[in-house]
């Protein structure tokens, strides 16, 4: 009797133990198979965040799931901060970046002083101008927010084509700008000259830019819109007060190398954001949530297709408005 105890609690005891042992072998077992699931989360969350960093490219598939779980809104706030994009500044080191990054978000925010030093003077360019003393003027470069924008999402239409890199080219539109709006011919080389210098600071077609100033202002600085647009670029003044900021504030709105500087962003920041020209300026005229754009985005192309086509079949023996024959 008590030697059947015995045996029975011994094998009470066993039974924990062969539990444990169970336990064991299934945790090891299912130990593969966690790690394939963890990462296959991992990678979802990577891939999600990356779509929705990406734009909504098409209307259908992942990047509605990446609309939906994060909306555009937040990925503009994203972008306005920097964060995601791909090129670094290409001259400046580490230090002069995270300077750089704490006065852009400054900016942005409205923090700190506006006038903090750190951005330098406008920079350095090789191209050749019909008015080289505009490249002289001291003015604060806005490179440093067009340089976050990697040129990959910028539509190629709206890329420097090279074609105002010749004195010649630059002669003809400023006679034609000059004979369309009956100018001074002083100020439509200086405009003429700063549109395709800031061009370059900012990477952008400055025959695009000297469209978008004759559809909006006539290239006449002191135009103001009802809305409250102004200068040669028709800049939403009271919307854009924070660029402004870094020249010294909305008074010096109407000056072309100011106002050309912040149009030349903005619009190459709404063609990014909207992913085509034809939608970026839909959303520079303010047309963004509109059907149409009243025919603008026409005006502008229809603008600088002339200036292309004046440029490519130029004569060789032009005169100017001044009697004066063209040279290079």
């Known amino acids: 009797m008590s030697k059947c105890l015995t045996n029975n609690l011994s094998e009470t005891q066993d039974q924990p133990s062969a539990i444990l042992a169970a336990k064991d072998l299934l945790t090891h077992a299912m130990t593969p198979v966690y790690r394939v699931i963890n990462g296959i989360l991992v990678v979802s969350v990577f891939m999600v965040v990356g779509l929705w960093l990406s734009g909504n490219g098409t209307n259908a598939g992942a990047f509605d799931l990446a609309r939906i779980l994060v909306p555009d809104e937040a990925r503009h706030i994203v972008w306005s901060n920097g964060f995601g994009m791909l090129e670094q500044y290409k001259t400046a080191n580490d230090s002069s970046t995270q300077m750089v990054d704490s006065e852009i978000a400054a900016v942005i925010y409205n923090k700190g002083n506006s006038h903090s030093a750190g951005f330098n003077s406008a ?50 539109v400023a006679d034609f700008f000059e004979q369309k709006y009956k100018l001074d011919r002083a100020k439509i080389e200086e405009y003429v000259s700063n549109t395709i210098l800031i061009a370059k600071e900012v990477n952008i077609d400055p025959v695009l830019l000297l469209a978008v100033i004759s559809v909006e202002s006539n290239f006449n600085p002191n135009t103001k819109s009802h809305a409250g647009a102004e200068g040669l ?26 106002n050309i500087r912040i149009g030349a962003y903005i619009l190459k920041y709404l063609i990014a954001t909207a992913g085509s020209l034809r939608n970026g300026l839909k959303y520079y005229v303010g047309a963004a949530n509109a059907e149409h754009d009243g025919g603008y985005a026409d005006k502008v192309m229809a603008e600088r297709n002339r200036i292309i086509s004046l440029c490519q079949t130029r004569p060789a023996n032009r005169l100017t408005s001044n009697g004066k024959d063209v040279r290079s």
Do not use: C, F, W
């Not at 939403?236 to 000056?255: F, I, N, Q, R």
């Open 123 to 172: 920079k350095q360019q090789t191209v050749a101008l019909l008015m080289p003393s505009v490249a002289q003027v001291q003015v604060k470069s806005i490179s440093h927010l067009s340089d976050r924008i990697p040129t990959s999402k910028i539509d190629p239409q709206a890329l420097d084509s090279n074609l105002m890199s010749s004195i010649q080219n630059q002669r003809l």
């Open 233 to 258: 670029m028709q800049v939403m003044t009271s919307v854009h007060k924070d660029k402004y900021a870094l020249y010294g504030g909305t008074t010096e709105a109407v000056k072309p190398e100011v």
